[in-house]
């Protein structure tokens, strides 16, 4: 291996690649219990023989030929590095399916080296790999690893200078009979690579009979739809309630008295020249007496962004990042794959529903694992308008707590209504896809805490900027009278469609920068409870915050198309937003209450 | 029978009672809380109905686990499923009420030891007087690990 050479981190999704790029990098990239979690390629530095390589952890691939874009980013990067060095990152329990992968990559004359990963649960489960033998076989260095431990790592490092490459002819003659014996193998054969990956498993492993696990057991029961779903209806609630704690201890317990009895007195006095613009932009209302009222940059917004939004993304993404180191999130998954395929997509959608409850970036983003351009835009579109992320739950908790359960279930099933609706209207092909279930496994307090500051450390960065940007928009637009005249404007509209007084416009404006802010200045608008629920799902429906719609953006030119993704994605918000939050305004009527 | 059969067989019944009582109560049929006749359990409270499902669902679990027989493995994780089932709804009321109480306001910060230690006083929920007697679900992870 050449020293400049970077050395590449392939395998299967979720065999450990990220656990072991953090390893060999002495970096902190996310990992997660569950397949996809890396849909973007990570870059870090490796010290060998005291020089620096470049180390890159690229999306997981189930072969050469690309079934979506995360996979072709992954086979992108093996195709453009000059001479890299690949370390196959193999499932030892499940070591047929990564050898054939290595066949793969070793059949175009890479460089590769082996990790025998999760070499502990192999063991545990009574699979016996003589990893000596397996080498010999193949002809490229192996080396069995733990990486969530950080065993085996230093001998992986010791011995990626010792990376060969091997053809399959070569690999053929070390086998104990020889598969194909008049054919030549080559890597477009797959039939053929099986059978040399069949001869060689044959050769190097020992299976031992094991009783199943407790933990075996409870991986089975929980994807069993008669102990799966109550047991998922727990976990479910269990979340919703250590949200709401959580979010409501910092919030209530702290930053309310915190804000509203001593920095919004304060600064309200002790700011200059009240009257004037700038302390309207600043400090907002100076006779407000709670600072969600307030509505300046240092007072509402510091208050939504530090003292609301910050609670709630913190107790949502720890319980997340629980779930997903557990395994849970890929057997929510498997228990939700056929109410999926009903709106078009398969139980994995899953993946970005959840991120997106945290933030709807990272949500789109993980759309990339998806295989078609039609199961993207259903699932890009009905994120970013159906499902209210974090910070926007964190302000509904506390602000109006009586009603957020209800209104996120009336999102939900709008996500699904207008899902199966696009799943018949949208052309292209839901192809049924087979993924992996990982087993469950006690989540790292250490990976926990990792993702957990790496995601706050993204909020604060992105968000918070954001809010107080929204606030001084609002703000300078009330000062130049746009407020006014889009009230006017819209008033129409939003009292007879909607039933919605027109002072809720500037919350329609915060909310093209954060649904959270805009929420927080839904609670100043004096208004009926209904009024109240019905305007909050307006918001939530209305458009994706600028991060969001930025994102979708991205992800839609290789989406087949900007115009189309983000095109259909405006029309369906606009379609879900008249109907959708129609339906609920004439549910209110029959029920008396709008 | 074996001991744990009986054990997890009245548990089984224990818990399904409660969950039933919540969830009637939780749909707003006029049902007494049993806090005036039996003080230390309270049958009230926010997402009743969802929280007596989840108990019922337990019981359940507990019951299927009896019939199938605890010398199995699979019978033995269907009652730790119910026991987490349990334990994740007796966590979140403890943690909730803990948290209400911790604050003392803009005045105070901190509420006192004694007034934190009230709230962990009785009544309890049915999930929080379930949870102890279904650590004994814990046995069988800690046999697997002898063996």
């Known amino acids: 291996m050449s020293q400049s050479a970077s050395v590449l981190l392939m395998g299967h999704p979720n065999v450990g690649k990220s656990a072991l790029f953090n390893r060999l990098a002495g970096a902190s990239i996310a990992e997660s219990n569950y397949p996809g979690t890396t849909v973007e390629y990570t870059k870090s530095q490796l010290r060998l023989n005291n020089e620096p390589v470049p180390i890159i952890d690229v999306p997981g691939t189930f072969s050469l030929e690309p079934k979506d874009r995360a996979e072709s980013v992954a086979i992108g990067f093996l195709e453009s590095e000059v001479n890299p060095t690949v370390v196959c990152v193999i499932d030892a329990t499940r070591i047929e399916r990564g050898l054939n992968l290595v066949l793969e990559i070793l059949d175009r004359g890479y460089e590769v080296v082996i990790a025998l990963n999760m070499w502990d649960e192999a063991r545990r489960k009574g699979v016996d790999i003589d990893a000596d033998m397996l080498a010999d076989r193949l002809g490229v260095p192996v080396v069995q690893t733990v990486a969530t431990e950080g065993d085996g790592v230093d001998d992986l490092r010791s011995i990626l200078d010792r990376a060969n490459s091997s053809s399959l002819a070569s690999i053929t003659d070390r086998l104990p009979s020889k598969v194909h014996d008049d054919s030549i193998i080559t890597g477009d054969e797959p039939a053929a690579r099986w059978d040399i990956v069949d001869t060689i498993v044959e050769s190097v492993v020992t299976y031992q009979e094991t009783d199943p696990s407790l933990s075996d057991q409870l991986g089975q029961l929980t994807i069993a739809p008669k102990t799966g779903l109550p047991f998922a209806i727990a976990v479910l609630y269990g979340v919703w309630a250590f949200f709401s704690s959580v979010a409501g201890f910092f919030t209530d317990g702290y930053f309310v008295p915190l804000f509203d009895d001593h920095w919004l007195p304060w600064i309200q006095s002790a700011f200059p020249a009240e009257g004037s613009w700038l302390y309207f932009l600043l400090v907002g209302d100076p006779t407000a007496v709670n600072s969600f009222e307030a509505f300046g940059v240092l007072t509402s917004g510091l208050f939504v962004a530090v003292g609301v939004v910050l609670p709630a993304i913190l107790a949502l993404y720890l319980v997340l990042a629980l779930l997903e180191d557990s395994g849970y999130i890929a057997r929510l998954a498997v228990l939700l794959d056929a109410a999926f395929h009903r709106i078009g997509l398969h139980g994995y959608a899953i993946v970005p529903m959840v991120l997106s409850f945290g933030c709807n970036v990272p949500g789109v983003a993980a759309t990339r694992t998806l295989e078609t351009n039609k199961q993207r835009f259903l699932t890009m579109t009905l994120l970013s308008v159906f499902i209210p992320c974090g910070a926007q739950l964190g302000v509904m908790l506390s602000l109006i707590p009586q009603y957020a359960g209800y209104i996120l279930l009336y999102l939900l099933v709008g996500f699904f209504v207008f899902g199966a609706v696009l799943n018949r209207i949208v052309p292209g092909s839901a192809p049924e896809v087979a993924v992996d279930i990982p087993p469950l496994r006690r989540p790292r307090l250490a990976n926990v805490i990792m993702k957990l500051s790496v995601r706050i450390r993204g909020f604060m960065m992105s968000a918070v900027p954001f809010v107080l940007a929204g606030v001084g928009i609002v703000n300078l637009l009330y000062l130049g009278g746009a407020v006014d005249w889009l009230a006017t404007v819209f008033q129409p509209v939003l009292s007879g469609w909607f039933g919605v007084p027109e002072e809720t416009v500037p919350a329609l404006i915060a909310g093209f920068m954060r649904k959270d802010l805009a929420i927080a200045q839904l609670s100043a608008v004096s208004m009926s409870p209904f009024q109240t629920v019905m305007s909050v799902v307006m918001v939530s429906i209305y458009f994706p915050c600028v991060a969001t719609f930025a994102m979708l953006i991205k992800e839609g030119r290789t989406s087949g198309g900007i115009i189309r993704a983000v095109g259909g994605a405006l029309a369906t918000l606009v379609a879900a937003l008249f109907i959708w939050g129609g339906l609920l305004r004439v549910i209110g009527i029959i029920l008396g209450v709008a | ?147």
Do not use: K
Request: aromatic share 8%.
């Open chain 2, 1 to 147: 029978m074996r001991v744990d059969e009986v054990y997890f067989g009245v548990l089984g019944v224990a818990v399904g009672l409660m969950g039933l009582l919540a969830v009637v109560r939780g749909l707003g049929l006029a049902l007494p809380n049993p806090i005036s006749t039996l003080g230390v359990l309270t049958i009230s409270g926010t997402f009743l109905l969802w929280r007596g499902v989840i108990l019922l669902s337990a019981s359940a679990f507990y019951l299927q686990g009896v019939v199938e027989g605890l010398d199995r493995r699979n019978a033995q994780g269907t009652v730790f499923l119910g026991s987490l089932m349990l334990w994740i709804v007796a966590g979140t009321d403890l943690l909730a009420r803990l948290l209400e109480t911790i604050p003392g306001g803009s005045e105070q910060w901190l509420a006192s030891s004694g007034e934190i230690l009230a709230v962990l006083g009785p009544p309890f929920s049915p999930s929080v007087v379930a949870a102890p007697f279904a650590l004994s679900a814990l046995a069988y992870w800690s046999q697997e690990n002898e063996q």
